[in-house]
């Protein structure tokens, strides 16, 4: 599960396996096959908002399975960021 290329593995080698972080994942697809950021949530704590202009999530249900994440789905170019993150994530972590 995760990542197609290992971005996911990437990013955390990058960030030095950072817990505890936020992230915003735009073009999100389903909440664990090809997720960029489920091994962030899963393993390492973070939190975050995950974007896609189609809900076409074939791993269940994203509260169920990813409940630290926000996902929206929307047409991430028509989003105003500044108000969703005011929204999300200063409220929420």
């Not at 960030?15 to 091994?39: E, H, P, Q, W």
């Not at 028509?78 to 969703?84: E, H, Q, R």
Request: net charge negative; with cysteine; hydrophobic share 40%.
């Amino acid at each position: 599960m995760g990542s197609q290329i290992n971005q996911d593995k990437i990013a955390l080698d990058i960030l030095k396996y950072k817990k505890n972080g936020v992230y915003v994942d735009i073009g999100c697809a389903g909440a664990i096959r090809f997720s960029n950021t489920y091994l962030m949530e899963s393993e390492y704590q973070w939190k975050g908002i995950a974007i896609d202009i189609s809900d076409n999530s074939e791993d269940g249900l994203w509260s169920v399975v990813r409940p630290n994440t926000t996902h929206i789905i929307s047409d991430a170019l028509t989003i105003d960021y500044s108000d969703l993150f005011k929204k999300i994530i200063c409220h929420r972590l």
